[in-house]
């Protein structure tokens, strides 16, 4: 039997949970899309590339080397090895667990009785606060857009019409987005400060990304930086722009996939106010005391924007997606999970369960779309809107045990348990958290906001 090989023009990676190559196109000549560019060049075929291709001559290569954009590039000074990856007690790390679809039926059901009872008593049904923006009301009412570019845009829209009642849109902060592809969330959040100053983008993304919008802001006092660097090892106190001017911090996140929402919120609630511990910097107590003496707000009477200069995290906005990818290792709700009487087995089989929660409900795209919306449409669909596959959706266990309705509660139940542990840990953090419903389920199945900030500005929250 021939080996398994990728469709022409596609990526050459191959995805073992959904066993088939990955979709994505990657740039010409290459045989990796930028998600998974790191394996294009590996240490031992960078220089068989280099001879098969012929590109250098031998007595030129050292010269080469020290401008080659396919060499490993040295580490950026924001780069802390696994600073937000959470504590690795191997411990409490879980054998590997058989998928679903091996469970029997009364594994199965004592799972679900374990979910029911850890979810009594917390607040599931969420509240709905689907809002717009002025920013962008010009492209919703533009017919050129497609259906999918539409439902982005009401997406985007009612993220900033959350962060505008929330008051995070203001003058002398730093937006960092999350997960930020082609940074479409931060563009609009520039297009909505149009005459307010001082404004910082940080885009972080691990992955080199085409059709970047970075270059579409007009205003010459917004600036925008990249950072390509996965968000586990990101110290934000080390970005230099944050390094020299402290400024408070607003996260911000669409469809921020699994994990990745764990880290994130470390690195906003832990290493951004915290100083960070490394080689070759004074001791830690001197260098915190440094830290807020420099950060120490100026009192003044009426000032508004003084009292909030010394806050380190003005706020999170973060959309929420793909609770089947979060990790018990990076998940920041542990010690919620530990309280009810659960751990890294059943938020193994919880996290797969909550795929149940959309799992079969989508429409099949068309895939018909204006070329404005092609990219976004394959980030969505493609990574973070992908049910798991049958056999670990556990599809076969559960025929004629639990009907498409039941599922789909006990998958929404598992996502609302997983969020729970966030809250909680942002609560225990200092700030006030909360869950809800930002666009209509026909936009998008994974339309749940996260939402922190650390004082009490939420007067449609009950807290």
């Not at 596609?10 to 998974?36: N, S």
């Not at 080659?68 to 667990?97: H, M, T, W």
């Not at 106010?273 to 830690?284: I, V």
Request: net charge neutral.
């Amino acid at each position: 039997m021939a080996a398994p090989e990728p469709e022409p023009g596609r990526c050459a990676h191959f995805v073992l949970r959904k066993r088939r190559f990955c979709r994505m196109i990657p740039a010409p000549g290459r045989r990796f899309c930028g998600e998974h560019g790191h394996e294009e060049y590996s240490h031992d075929t960078y220089f068989s590339l280099h001879l098969t291709f012929s590109t250098v001559y031998e007595d030129q290569l050292q010269k080469h080397l020290k401008k080659c954009n396919s060499r490993e590039k040295p580490k950026p000074v924001y780069f802390v090895q696994d600073i937000n990856a959470g504590l690795k007690d191997v411990a409490e790390i879980p054998e590997k667990q058989v998928p679903l679809s091996s469970l029997s039926i009364e594994e199965l059901q004592n799972l679900i009785i374990k979910l029911k009872k850890a979810s009594n008593g917390l607040e599931l049904h969420l509240k709905e606060q689907i809002l717009s923006h002025q920013a962008l009301q010009e492209a919703l009412n533009d017919p050129k857009n497609g259906e999918s570019a539409f439902k982005h845009l009401k997406q985007q829209a009612s993220i900033l019409g959350n962060m505008e009642k929330l008051h995070l849109l203001g003058p002398g902060r730093c937006f960092v987005e999350f997960g930020a592809g082609r940074g479409k969330l931060s563009h609009w959040v520039d297009i909505a400060l149009e005459n307010v100053e001082s404004v910082q983008f940080l885009l972080v993304e691990r992955a080199t990304t085409r059709f970047k919008v970075d270059g579409k802001h007009k205003r010459r006092d917004s600036i925008f930086e990249r950072l390509q660097v996965d968000i586990q090892h990101l110290c934000l106190s080390k970005v230099p722009i944050l390094e020299k001017k402290r400024l408070p911090v607003v996260g911000i996140g669409k469809h921020l996939c699994g994990a990745a929402t764990d880290l994130a919120l470390r690195c906003l609630v832990e290493s951004y106010t915290t100083c960070c511990d490394g080689e070759d910097e004074e001791p830690a107590p001197k260098r915190c005391r440094a830290a807020q003496t420099e950060v120490a707000p100026h009192k003044s009477a009426g000032n508004e924007s003084t009292a909030e200069d010394h806050k380190p995290v003005a706020g999170i906005v973060i959309a929420l997606c793909c609770h089947h990818k979060c990790d018990w290792t990076h998940y920041v709700g542990r010690e919620f999970f530990k309280s009810v009487g659960l751990g890294p087995v059943e938020f193994h089989y919880f996290q797969r369960m909550s795929s149940w929660a959309t799992c079969g409900m989508r429409e099949t795209t068309s895939k018909a779309s204006t070329s404005e919306d092609s990219e976004d449409q394959t980030n969505d669909t493609e990574e973070h809107e992908q049910a798991l596959s049958r056999t670990e959706s556990g599809s076969d266990t559960l025929q004629g045990i639990l009907s498409v309705e039941e599922r789909k509660e006990i998958g929404c139940l598992c996502k609302r348990l997983i969020d729970h542990g966030r809250i909680e840990y942002l609560q225990q953090q200092g700030y006030k958290a909360a869950l809800q419903y930002y666009t209509e389920s026909a936009v998008s199945l994974e339309n749940v906001l996260l939402l922190g900030f650390k004082e009490i500005r939420f007067p449609f929250w009950h807290v």
